[in-house]
């Protein structure tokens, strides 16, 4: 079997972009190689980036675009052209101070709240890191990361559901695109379950890169977390075979919801049914009619949740906290009935604003194990 390909993670194709137009900034003469050097900081080696266009916008600013190349990995940003302006705005006069200011264009998300662009830590510390040693002695400089397709490729990803608008994050702890999506990379997720469950007897399941990202913020240790994406079931019972004694399920709402329901693996390509699911848990809480037709006929999980929100009483308690005991069943359940072992697992679900809607009983204790922060 072929090895799948890994590739690279939308930041390091920000960053090639804006060394590029640094340096064409600051030396217009035609590079005949077409690349740029990026060192990826995490993992500690440097990747050779094609550049594809670059050129001086004005005297002081030029432009440098890449094309996005994430591997064997299906993602949506294959291919996507990814522009950074770099433009010199000034003289650094306090020594202290960065010289360099990133910002979003136009196809970076925002976040909702605060209107911040949705550039995170890694793609910050690989821009600055990048830079820093290119930037000529008391000049300040501006970054603007453009990314021309965002907004349109934004509307096919769930990035709305983590409070990110008008466009795609540079979101990623890591440099290395790994192949998500092909079913060898099952093999490699299998792997790193099995050594950190040698140093671990509880692990905390996340989806995706948001999920991990909130609960490292929370105050749960990295090297306890394991990413599932979609294969919830495989990995489960991956757990079960090498003996981890207890499970935390810490993700989205619209994501785990499905688990209530019995799909153990989320991708919507699949299965769906997460509205089915919630209306069914309302139905059982004794949710009147017309509000059982509301939820079942709203647009996303998310509005669904909104309009629980609305009505009084505890609602959204009541029906979250028998959906998320429901999760915790059906993925102990399974793991049982394929591993033929005992594994406590529990769960905790949050919303699109990154905040926790609800723990199960048995999540909340796991919780209060293993979550430094409290």
């Known amino acids: ?66 094309r996005s190349d994430p591997g064997d990995n299906l993602d949506i940003t294959r291919h996507t052209p990814v522009w950074a302006i770099v433009e010199i705005i000034g003289r650094n006069i306090n020594s202290l101070e ?27 510390s690989l821009i600055l890191s990048n830079l820093k040693s290119l930037v ?25 559901a983590f409070g990110v608008i008008q466009g795609l994050s540079l979101l990623g702890t890591t440099g290395i695109s790994q192949p998500l999506s092909v079913p060898e990379q099952l093999e490699v997720y299998r792997e790193t379950l099995e050594a950190k469950a040698t140093d671990f007897q509880t692990l905390v399941f996340c989806i995706g ?76 809480m004794g949710l009147p009619t017309p509000d059982l037709q509301k939820v079942l006929h709203s647009p996303t999980t998310e509005d669904a949740l909104l309009y629980l929100r609305e009505l009084k009483g505890d609602w959204v308690d009541r029906i979250y906290g028998s959906i998320a005991s429901a999760i915790d069943h059906r993925a102990a359940a399974y793991i049982h009935t394929h591993a033929e072992v005992n594994v406590q697992v529990g769960s905790v679900l949050f919303d699109r604003q990154r905040q926790i809607i609800c723990k199960s009983a048995i999540g909340d204790t796991i919780w209060q194990q293993i979550c430094y922060a409290g």
């Open 1 to 66: 079997m072929t090895k799948p390909r890994s590739g690279y993670t939308l930041p390091v194709f920000a960053c090639a972009a804006a060394i590029a137009a640094l340096e064409h900034l600051q030396d217009p003469t035609p590079n005949d190689k077409n690349t740029v050097n990026v060192d990826l900081i995490d993992p500690p080696e440097t990747a050779e980036i094609a550049i594809e266009q670059v050129a001086r916008i004005s005297d002081h600013a030029a432009l440098g675009i890449t």
């Open 98 to 124: 960065t010289p360099i200011k990133i910002v979003g264009g136009e196809g970076v998300g925002v976040q909702e709240k605060g209107e911040q662009a949705a550039i995170y830590k890694y793609a910050k």
């Open 136 to 160: 000529s002695l008391g000049d300040r400089i501006q970054v603007t990361i453009i990314l021309p397709e965002g907004k349109k490729l934004a509307k096919r990803t769930s990035n709305e």
């Open 209 to 284: 890169e948001n999920g991990f990202d909130l609960a490292t913020h929370l105050g749960i240790k990295p090297e306890q977390i394991v990413k599932t994406a979609n294969w919830l079931g495989p990995m489960l019972v991956t757990a079960g075979f090498v003996e981890v004694e207890s499970i935390l399920l810490f993700g989205y709402h619209g994501k785990l919801i499905k688990m209530a329901g019995g799909i153990f693996h989320t991708h919507h390509h699949l299965a769906d049914g997460r509205l089915e699911i919630l209306t069914a848990h309302c139905a059982d």
